[in-house]
């Protein structure tokens, strides 16, 4: 990590970790990026109990930074710092908890978000804690049973085969936008498939081809496949793409 970056970080943690009911604080892999890079954050997790502070109390506290932006429904604040793009997440503790206890009860059902809550708090880069709440966090998501893979798996073949009949309607249709939508909706949960396939969480979606591309399980010809949906090409037009991505769904529904 860039050192100007590393600084900035540690300087919003300490920052952060003063305020009342911080548990711990995770830095994401988004950091390790060049800085010109798009894709390139600094994006840490804040994990704490109890209420947060008011937005703009959270402002003050950070040092007014320049182009502070919060979102009030999923507490989160980006801003500027040093000319580099900030993004605090803030996550309560007692509904990461509850998360845990439905898995181990058996009670967690899949959705759309998948993996990436429980890749963060897992594979982040952890610049300050309070308790071992996060290291006990991170014990508990080294040890999933089968049956939160297995649920994943059942969830998601269901959703490549819903997708892939409106990626077929869309292209009967000649409906451009809704074929985007749909053959969106199919390859996103066949990576969510694949992920759990091989019992690994999913990262972001930024980083979500490379993660593809070192998965150990994958279905024959997946590649090839997998390359050719994503791929603009004259000679690929949605028909084509319509029976790539249906050999692309046979494949995944035949494993085991």
């Given amino acids: 990590m860039q050192k100007k970056v590393e600084r900035i970080s540690n300087r919003l943690a300490e920052l952060v970790s003063g305020w009342d009911g911080i548990e711990a604080i995770v830095l994401g892999e988004a950091a390790e990026i060049a800085v010109l890079d ?38 989160e604040d980006r801003f500027l710092e040093e000319e580099l793009p900030v993004r605090i997440r ?48 991170k014990k508990k998501l080294s040890s999933l049973g089968d049956h939160f893979w297995n649920v ?8 490549i085969s819903y997708h892939l009949n409106d990626v077929h309607a869309a292209v009967y249709r000649n409906d451009n936008l809704f074929y985007l939508l749909a053959l969106s909706g199919f390859l996103r949960n066949v990576c969510s498939f694949l992920c759990a396939l091989n019992e690994v969480f999913e990262p972001s979606g930024r980083m979500l081809y490379e993660k593809m591309k070192t998965l150990d399980k994958v279905p024959d010809e997946f590649n090839g496949r997998f390359e050719s949906l994503l791929r603009d090409d004259p000679e ?8 790539i991505a249906a050999l692309l769904a046979k494949s995944i529904v035949s494993i085991r």
């Fill in 38 to 75: 798009p894709y390139f954050n600094i994006n840490l997790d804040v994990y704490h109990n109890g209420s947060m502070l008011p937005a703009n109390d959270r402002k003050d506290q950070l040092g007014n930074p320049l182009a502070f932006d919060s979102a009030l429904v999923y507490p």
């Fill in 90 to 137: 803030y996550q309560e503790t007692v509904r990461f908890d509850l998360l845990l206890k439905r898995i181990d009860e058996q009670l967690w059902v899949f959705h759309e978000s998948g993996t990436y809550p429980f890749y963060r708090i897992k594979h982040g880069q952890v610049l300050h804690q309070k308790s071992k709440w996060l290291d006990e966090s």
């Fill in 236 to 243: 690929l037009p949605p028909s084509r793409k319509r029976e």
């Fill in 152 to 159: 994943i798996r059942e969830a998601t073949k269901s959703a």
